[in-house]
């Protein structure tokens, strides 16, 4: 096996950190760049969507095979060419003429994001020493957060003082110098030779992945009622099941499942998901809260919503030390607690909750996932063999990913059902046109929705503690 050099571990650090700052940033940039599109490119909203969806969807449904090819090929090579395809791609957008034509390079562009994201977290644990990797993916966490707090603020900037087109060549120097450490700095760990790519097993799941986050998407607009979405949760389960039945007859598949044997990785993979469906659900519902029922412009929503990323920013390297000293598994678990508690303050909220009021029940969020998530994000890659480190970090990756979507999806849907029950029928405007009242009252269910399913992964969380110290394991 290749020894590790550590003493350049810190400048692969940089290296990493560009290329996840370059991959968040420009989802919220893109984000906010919405409603510009609709008017500069004549095309309407449900078209714009695609702009987002198509990049979500490429990058959902890649992360897994790229894993495993990193498995096979070495991450240095993969990860490099992933910042020049994301370059490119962020080029081609800038230049974009046409709508559909944006939407064909957000394709390209989210090529080279799945190249990056989902290698990311295994090249740190690789140039880190474990004494250190909650620290190493603690500061990752905090990169993140950056990224979320300052797209807005820059996307805002850049699209009112020179155009849409500015959001995506901002990528450009970034690339550059990215792609530039990524091949000085990034080592050249030569895996084990011999291996076969599962061609079959990796077409089941981007199939699988596909139908699950195209039901999970388009489904927002058809409902989940409808017979198309339908059958794409069919497809969902079939091709799943064509992918756990390949996976378990040839010698090479591309996710051994006999590493969810492991405890702390399943436990893990798990908790990680639920925080990530709670957590998107809130932040597509808060927005909604503060402007229709609190009065609050865009501005002032803007600068409320930024207290999850600055908690989450602040305690991930914190709690990603501790967990290098006192264990993943406490920490965890007193980050899932604090987020219980967090998201019951949540369900308190009403139509005269003042701001101080809302940063008391709202920033205890960031606060918990920034502890849970660092030795969270630790423990499944420890638990990872070497030579499976790539994919492992793909499934990190593609649960953050999925737990996303699903949050968007669930919790929103949750929430205008509950509306529309408080309301006694379907309404014109849909469930944002309803008064304030029956708003705050569906937003009090779902939020006690999200309480019950944190509190599922605490228990969780807290069955997984007791045996590792009866075992010590």
């Avoid at 550059?176 to 030779?193: D, E, K, Q």
């Amino acid at each position: 096996m290749q020894e590790i050099d550590y003493s350049r571990k810190w400048h692969v650090m940089v290296a990493v950190a560009m290329g996840i700052f370059l991959a968040t940033i420009d989802g919220s940039i893109v984000n906010l760049a919405l409603p510009t599109l609709v008017r500069d490119l004549g095309a309407d909203f449900a078209t714009v969507q695609w702009v987002v969806l198509a990049y979500l969807l490429t990058v959902a449904t890649l992360l897994l095979g790229i894993g495993r090819l990193a498995d096979m090929k070495g991450k240095k090579p993969i990860y490099t060419a992933g910042f020049i395809v994301f370059t490119i791609g962020s080029l081609l957008c800038g230049l974009a003429p046409s709508i559909y034509w944006l939407i064909a390079f957000r394709v390209l562009q989210a090529v080279g994001a799945a190249m990056v994201v989902a290698l990311g977290a295994a090249i740190l644990t690789e140039a880190f020493p474990p004494s250190e990797r909650g620290k190493a993916l603690g500061l990752f966490g905090t990169v993140v957060s950056l990224g979320i707090v300052v797209g807005p603020t820059l996307g805002g900037i850049l699209i009112e003082a020179i155009s849409w087109h500015a959001i995506f060549f901002v990528n450009l120097p970034v690339g550059v110098v990215g792609t530039a450490l990524s091949m000085r700095f990034v080592p050249a760990i030569r895996p084990p030779g011999g291996q076969t790519f599962d061609l079959w097993g990796a077409i089941a799941m981007f199939s699988s992945l596909l139908c699950l986050s195209l039901a999970l998407t388009v489904g927002q607009e058809l409902g989940f009622g409808d017979g198309r979405i339908l059958a794409l949760f069919a497809g969902f389960a079939v091709f799943l099941a064509t992918f756990v039945a390949t996976e378990l007859q040839i010698p090479q598949p591309m996710i051994d499942l006999r590493l969810f044997q492991n405890r702390q990785l399943s436990v893990n993979l798990v908790t990680g998901f639920i925080t990530f469906v709670a957590v998107a659900g809130s932040f597509i519902l808060m927005p909604f809260y503060l402007e229709n029922v609190r009065g609050f412009d865009t501005r002032q929503v803007g600068l409320l919503l930024v207290a999850v990323p600055i908690g989450l920013g602040v305690m991930s390297p914190i709690s990603g030390a501790l967990s290098d000293r006192l264990g993943t598994r406490l920490i965890s678990v007193i980050g899932l607690a604090i987020l219980l508690a967090g998201y019951y303050a949540l369900s308190t909220l009403d139509g005269s909750t003042n701001v101080p009021g809302f940063l008391l029940r709202f920033a205890p969020i960031g606060v918990g996932m920034g502890i849970f998530q660092s030795p969270n994000n630790s423990a499944i890659m420890g638990s990872a063999p070497r030579e499976r480190l790539g994919i492992v970090s793909g499934l990190l990756a593609i649960t953050r990913t999925i737990g996303q979507t699903t949050g968007i999806a669930v919790l929103g849907a949750m929430w205008a059902s509950r509306v529309f029950a408080y309301a006694g029928n379907p309404l014109p405007g849909g469930a944002t046109a309803a008064p304030a009242a029956l708003q705050v009252s569906a937003l009090r269910d779902t939020y006690l929705g999200i309480f019950a399913l944190i509190a599922f992964g605490l228990v969780l969380g807290i069955w997984a503690l007791v045996e590792e110290q009866r075992t010590g394991a």
